[in-house]
């Protein structure tokens, strides 16, 4: 009886902040309602969501309300507030848009606001300047607060008196002033030179704050429409907060006895996760070969990576992670994902069409098999075969899947759910041989992306943590320790270059580092799909939204009521796993994060932390198959329907990859060392081309750009200089490629790609260290102790940009300076990186003088107290 008290009163409040959510939700447009409250929608939503989370945890048997009538009453309402602001006069007021010449187009009447969806009609403009130019009807007298965010330069005036003018990139900005009742003649423009002009005018008075809303501008009327909306949106808003306190939602029910699951049934589910996945990638079936992510840097990455996966378990597979890009550094696999189990699976469709085609049939078949996976976890505990597929569709071509199609080592998470369920199935039969199951397909699922197998760790984990809490015995535990030992023994021999890496390089993500990868809480509710996506562009402030995360309302009502009737093994494991990735996603704002990163060491190795919200959309699907089983078929058809509509970015935008050009081709075979010019622009098409030869090549690209390659790229620039060709010489480079001309022996043209042979001559040499620390140090000035012979000075270079003819000042005494002229090999500093990243030199050299004391050019690239002498 409590436990039912606490559920209503929490409950009731739920039912409130709906109902306040709702209203929130009516002040946008097209409805743009002005309630008595001024509420907020963001703000809301979270409380709501955890609201609910603690209606279906406590929830108890309770009394059946009518609830139709609520409902009926709600459609109506709906349907009366549609008609009445299709029927009511425009309001607000136009933009005139135009560029540098001319015109190119108008916005129609509404508030003062300007985002990606509303220029999507427009053509491309370079400098964009939008004017809004109306009365401006104020109904309380007093002094209002006039703000702008977003970017551009604007310049609002009141009545032909300036009122606010501010610019920036955010643009943040506000000003007061005193307005009188009545209306007042209201300019805005906006400048903006490059792309995404975005602009809101608001006001805040009286405790209201907020968008200045369409009614107050433009020309007066529609009074009685704009009243009707106002009552409308209140007695929806009422009425949903009525059906969330008295609908069944969150009542305990029995689910359909579970079944034993066919081969007939998995072939069925195979096929229809198949078919929606054909019909949410859309066109991609029509073209697997060629179409695909190749046109962003991600997609040829991971494609990359995948042919070279392939070619190297073919013919050298102890040197899988010595791949040919960044040459010569070693390791060079380890700074990105391995993706080796998907490579495996790709590899007979590479080798019959090509990397493109192995990518897409990996990326396909992870929706595939993980929404069986989802599929199988709902059938664990529910005998509705239909309402499990459901949810598994939900798990295979949701909202999350459609926002990172480049990245595939998001998108494989094909042992996630089914590691789940072995960890179910040892909860029922608690055995060494099931305990070793989970480990392994920890295991495989961290060989498939070692970013999808973090987050399958932390969901056993939680699973773990809560069935401990459950009466999990010593001697179980340690079943499953057997099991996590498993994985630890498979994955040592990948885990090995990762940490010579990180030795070798010094690789670690700081607290800073991860700041800038982490995601936010309006992340999660900026969505990444045509239906949503521009409500969140319009309403959420840009510079806080890291990801689009937002899963769609479908899967959030569907997953929060099957809390309530979910078994309480699912209902533990979802909510504190949930938890656990929501924290760790956030990153350093939340102490959890924090003491991971201090106490764990491969945690500093995990830069994207948005990947662990997959946990929350796992847990979410599984629980909305959970809420449907035992409902009438009806409505899972339903959801299902709009799951689909509110997930679909269809039809996506592929590029088309015809294969590596006649210049790669031309490269097969050769001897010597490959770089692509300029280096730093085009290394992912340049490592994608050269999966037709597999040279070892300068270029690369990864999560993590090593040291060396950084001044790589300062140096390797067009045209080629005497110092980057004595380094190209020293690594071993014979072909360099480039589009523009240089004083080089041209091998072949194709097009505008020519190809040069790099000539003989003088190779650079590392940095060998000097006779002993500068001792003495003040300011810039340095003292050898006493007078002799030098012609060099040696140094640890730091990360300013290189000085090739640093000024150099030698003394015998102190007080008079001689200024010599020294010069720095950016093409040594390079190589010595190349060597030891962590600590390698570069050098001044100069004609031997003698002296005493040593002046140095302040821009010089120098780690402090690490100057020698030679």
Known sequence: MRGSRLSDAL?????????????????????????????????????????????????????????????????????????????????????????????????????????????????????????????????????????????????????????????????????????????????????????????????????????????????????????????????????????????????????????????????????????????????????????????????????????????????????????????????????????????????????????????????????????????????????????AFVGGAMFAVGAHRWIRLAHLHAQVTIFLPFALLALDRFWEKRTARRGLLVGLLLALQALASIYLGAVTALALAAAVGAALFAGLKARDLLRLAAGAALAALLLLPVARPYLRMRSFYGVEWSMADVATYATTLESYAAAGTRLYGPIGQRHLDPERVQDTLFPGLTVLVLGLAGIAVAPRRYRAVAVVASTLAILVSLGPETPVYRFLHENLVFVRGVRALSRFSLLPVLSLDVLAGIALSGRRHGLAVAALVLMLAESSNVPIRYARYAGPPDSARWLAGRPGAVAVLPLGEGDTQAMLDGTVHFRPLVNGDSGFVPRPYTRAMELLQEPLTADALRLLRAVGVSDVVTRSDEALSEQARFGEERIYAVPPGEAAHAVSPGRGALAGASGLGFDLGEARQIDAVVFEVDEADWVARPRLGLSLDGQHWTDVEAVASLADATLSLMKDPRHGRGEIRFATRNARYVRLDPRLPARPGTLQSR
């Open 11 to 387: 409950g009731a409040v739920l039912a409130l902040v709906v109902a306040l959510l709702v209203l929130a939700v009516l002040r946008w447009g097209p409805v743009y309602a002005e309630p008595p409250l001024p509420v907020r929608a963001l703000p809301l939503a979270g409380p709501a969501v955890l609201l609910a989370v603690l209606v279906a945890l406590t929830a108890g048997e309770r009394p059946s309300r009518p609830i139709r009538p609520f409902v009926f009453a709600l459609f109506a309402c709906a349907a009366a507030l549609a008609l009445v602001v299709r029927l009511r006069p425009a309001a607000g007021l136009p933009a005139e848009v135009s560029d540098a010449s001319a015109v190119v187009g108008r916005l129609q009447p509404g508030p003062i606001e300007v985002n990606g969806p509303l220029l999507r009609d427009l053509p491309p403009v370079r400098r964009w300047t939008l004017r809004w130019a109306g009365p401006l009807r104020v109904h309380e007298p007093g002094t209002y607060r006039l703000w702008v965010p977003r970017r551009g330069r604007v310049d609002v005036s009141l009545d032909g008196r300036p009122a606010l003018a501010a610019e920036g990139d955010p643009l943040r900005a506000g000003s007061d002033i005193g307005l009188s009742a009545g209306e007042h003649r209201l300019d805005v423009v906006l400048h903006r030179i490059g792309p995404g002009p975005r602009l809101r005018l608001g006001w805040s008075h009286g405790g209201r704050d907020g968008m200045i809303p369409p009614r107050h501008l433009g020309p007066a009327g529609g009074r009685l429409g704009w009243r009707l909306v106002d009552l409308l949106a209140l007695a929806i808003a009422a009425l949903a907060g009525v059906i969330v306190f008295v609908a069944p939602w969150a009542g305990p029910r029995t689910l359909p006895a579970p079944s034993r699951v066919t081969p007939r049934e998995v072939g069925l589910s195979l096929a229809g996760h198949a078919a929606l996945v054909a019909l949410m990638s859309w066109p991609l079936v029509l073209d697997l070969a060629h179409a695909g992510m190749t046109d962003r840097p991600d997609g040829r990455l991971n494609a990359w990576i995948l042919a070279w996966d392939v070619h190297a378990l073919r013919h050298q597979p102890t040197r899988l992670f010595q791949a040919p890009i960044f040459h010569p550094l070693p390791d060079a696999l380890a700074f990105s994902e391995n993706l080796i189990v998907p490579a495996a699976l790709s590899a007979p469709f590479q080798l019959a069409g090509g990397p493109v085609l192995g990518y897409n049939v990996v990326l396909l078949l992870s929706m595939i098999v993980s929404g069986l996976g989802a599929q199988l976890l709902v059938r664990r505990v529910s005998g509705d075969r239909f309402a």
